[in-house]
């Protein structure tokens, strides 16, 4: 079983956290982008995917009005990090095929994320 998730909004890059002294944090955009994410998720799978220990197959197309800038392994991460944080993942070691893309062009931004369950020591 894919299922297909839309998220709507420039696509975000992650970023590394920052320190101010000794205090260290990620920027807020990330963290808000990660959560978008997540509640995107959710609110199209509830529990209606077999999940957490199960491994992936993840395909993202990143679609934007203008050229994104920053590294194409930091628009995943980002999303990645936001399949931890809706729970269909418990890590993003449980991905093993990734698929990345960049659509430039139109009038619409979103990142479509399509997560097709395999079964373990199979490629997608």
């Known amino acids: 079983m894919s299922v297909t998730i839309e998220v ?7 970023a590394r956290p920052r320190s101010h002294g ?5 920027p807020q955009r990330v963290l808000d982008a ?4 997540a509640w995107h998720i959710r609110a199209k799978l509830g529990a209606g995917f077999p999940t957490t220990d199960q491994l992936i ?11 994104l800038r ?10 990645l990090d936001g399949l931890e944080k809706s729970g269909v993942i418990e890590n993003d070691r449980q991905v093993r095929a990734l698929d990345v893309r960049f659509v430039v062009g139109g009038d619409t931004e979103k990142t479509v994320i399509e997560i097709s369950p395999l079964e373990e020591g199979v490629a997608a």
């Open 34 to 37: 990660e959560e978008a994410i």
């Open 57 to 67: 197959a993840v395909r993202l197309v990143f679609w934007t009005t203008r050229a």
């Open 22 to 26: 000794s205090r260290h944090f990620t």
């Open 8 to 14: 709507p909004g420039r696509p975000i890059a992650w």
């Open 70 to 79: 920053g590294d194409v392994d930091n628009y995943a991460k980002l999303v």
